[in-house]
């Protein structure tokens, strides 16, 4: 399982997908979300690794 | 699809532009970034490197990534926050104002920050001036717009500052692009530039360095440089239509990249040859009390909310 951390909860996940994979199945746009693991940005072409974590950030600021 | 190397070094990238069709790594990106941001400034002639450059800082991705680039790049430039006093139940004005002294100490501690807290200036907060009853979100907003655009204006006057630069990004500016295209404003179409150059009437200058990028980018361009930035959005800004123009636009851009930049870039240059010819835009005058330029006799609107504080004014002004 994959933790994964959007907008102060905890979504747990199947792993074995990529950052794209992943964003679609939360219904998130890859356009409009990053991905941080260990502090570090990562591409959403990077392939998660199981039991790892990744935290999502929404990029769109409103106003 | 593969993990796209970086086109520069060939090692990961962290981050994949398909409108450019370019990957980058962390030190490779945020030397894109500054490079590219530099070449924008030239391009509109935004400023000279000895200006004294005033950042009007919110706490935000984008304003603190601005003011890091331009500190970067040797610019003298200061940084303005205007603490808007919006609470919400969740100190939001005060969050934010620690987001920015904590960049400034970290990143700026040679430039100056100014902070203008609106409370102890006025007497009143926004929320406060657009009075308890009066009109919902939107009306809120127009008035935030307007006082954040006035103080910005005088502060960076009063200062002696040559330049006021914000940090609006490309999906800003095609937002209001788009809901401008909707409306066929033509006035606001007229007066949207990445470069508005100081006019007599008491405006200062103001710039927008980061009008190329993507806002994933400059939110990239802060993750990468380890700033630390306030996450969460102004609680009044849900339901903005400006985000939902941000939504139209970023679904059609996964379907074909580029079409963001293509809408913003498409229409710089049908303004610069001259889109509606004929229309002139309307005289500005002197406001009486604050000198500033409005297109309104007598008191400027701001003058008009902070002079008649009992009023609940917005109604008759915007
Ligand atoms: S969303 Fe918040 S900060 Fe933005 S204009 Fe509205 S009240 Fe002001
Ligand atoms: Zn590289
Ligand atoms: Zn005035």
Redesign the pocket.
Known sequence: MVKVHFRGSEIETPGKMTVRELMKSLGLNPQSVLAVVDGNLVSNETRLSDQGEIKLISVISGG | MGVHR??????Q?VIYMPQHRLA??A??FLAWVEKSTLDFIAKHHMFEPLDRVLVAVSGGKDSLSLWRILLKSGFQADGLYIDLGIDAGGAYSKRSGEYVRKFWRTFAPESQLHVLDLASLYGKTVPEMAGRRAGGRKKLCSICGLVKRHEMNRVARELGYQVMVTGHNLDDEAAVLFGNTLRWDVEYLLRQAPVLPAEESGLAGKAKPLARFYERETAAYAIVSNIDYIEDECPFSKGATSLRHKEVLNSMENGSPGTKLQFYHSFLRARKKGIFPGYERPVLQACPKCAQATGIPGLCAFCRLTTDAEKSIGEEIL
Do not use: V
């Open positions: 970086c086109r520069k070094c060939a090692a990238s980058l790594c030190e490779h």
